[in-house]
């Protein structure tokens, strides 16, 4: 349910269409300042929001028997649909603040490139449509024309300079070395490993087969002899280790959190060791690994730069979430208007 809602928060931060307005009472979420309205998202530009969220988690409700009509928290009786609604119109207070600290507060501007790649993304739309007229034609469908389209690219454009007026090159929020070293403590462990490859890309099933159990053999016989027999751990990966990319790429270690790109059983397996650890795992279609848990080095939280800019990354999105949300109790709704739709009715849109 979390890791749902999670993807539901991040993606919406990022499919967005705003509209200026000045008290406009069609607006269905709008955002003041003092009593001034400065910003809000009219109920077009939100049909049209709705639309393209659906295209986007599609495959999501797919994956349920009963659709968008799945119940996900049965406490609640809350369903997919529900949800869906839920975090567009909270994401969508979010996106009016953007739009309010771009303008207004950080005096941002874009740029005439990034007005021209507006231009371009629309051009490019009306070829993939074959014509100016089809195009709008098939935004009409969802309450949308060209000029939502602009809107909409720009407050993309927006949401991108807010970031990085905050977190770019001189940025006024960086995170500090100290808050990356603890993110790294608390949330990584590090482990080694003893590679027995089992991949038989090419070979016959026999063949395969065949490959898969002499290596299992082999593996266990290694794990016994060190988890029994008490040999030495590295003696033996000098000895068996198939993975030279990892000495190479990854020489102080692996270093693994709950997201990594690991195969499931490998990050499953270290994250819930203890140090000094040995266990013994199978990634099927690619190998067998003998894991030893290693003690966790804050100070190697910069010794791969993938794993620093994940970090960094991860770091930043949060600060952000966090210092936007100081502002969503400006961002008012209308629940008349909001309470109108039924997404069951609102068709998908995908722009790309």
């Known amino acids: ?46 049909y049209f929001w709705i639309s393209l ?47 309010y600290l771009h303008d207004n507060v950080y005096k941002l501007k874009l ?18 449509y074959g014509s100016e007229t089809a195009l709008n034609t098939k935004l009409s469908q969802f309450g949308a024309d060209k000029n939502t389209l602009s809107r ?33 403590k608390d949330n990584y462990s590090i482990a080694d490993h003893i590679f027995f490859n089992t991949d038989a890309s090419g070979q016959t099933d026999t063949d395969s087969e065949t490959l898969a159990q002499t290596k299992c053999e082999v593996a266990k016989n290694v794990y016994d002899r060190i988890k029994n027999a008490g040999e030495d751990f590295d003696t033996l990966k000098a000895q068996y280790n198939e993975d030279s990319f990892a000495q190479n790429y990854y020489p102080k270690g692996f270093f693994v ?19 000094g650890d040995i266990t013994m795992v199978e990634t099927p279609g690619t190998g067998i690994h003998i894991i030893r848990k290693l003690p966790m080095d804050e100070n190697l939280y910069n010794a791969y730069d993938s794993v620093l800019q994940s970090i960094t990354d991860t770091l930043c999105a949060e600060d952000f979430a966090a210092r936007i949300g100081e502002y969503t109790d400006n961002a008012a709704v209308n629940r008349a208007a909001m309470d109108s739709y039924d997404p069951m009715l609102i068709p998908e849109f995908a722009l790309d």
Do not use: H
């Open 1 to 46: 349910m979390k890791k749902l809602i999670s993807v539901f928060l991040c993606a919406a931060m990022l499919i967005c269409a705003c509209s200026c307005s000045k008290d406009d009472d069609s607006a269905v979420l709008s955002y003041k300042s003092g009593t001034k309205t400065v910003c809000s998202l009219d109920s077009s530009f939100m």
């Open 53 to 99: 969220q659906k295209s986007v988690y599609t495959t999501v409700a797919a994956a349920y028997e009963n659709g968008w009509k799945q119940v996900i928290d049965e406490q609640n009786g809350t369903t997919l649909c529900d949800l869906l609604m839920t975090e567009s119109e909270e994401s969508a207070k979010k996106l009016l603040v953007i739009e």
């Open 111 to 128: 740029s005439d490139e990034q007005k021209d790649s507006v231009s371009s993304k629309i051009a490019n739309l009306v070829s993939r």
């Open 152 to 184: 909409y690219y720009e407050l993309m454009m927006k949401q991108n300079n807010l970031y990085d007026c905050f977190y770019g090159e001189n940025g006024r929020f960086p995170v500090s070395e100290e808050d990356k070293k603890q993110y790294f």
């Open 257 to 275: 959190t709950n997201d990594s790109t690991f195969p499931t059983e490998f990050t499953s397996a270290v994250m819930t060791m203890s140090v």
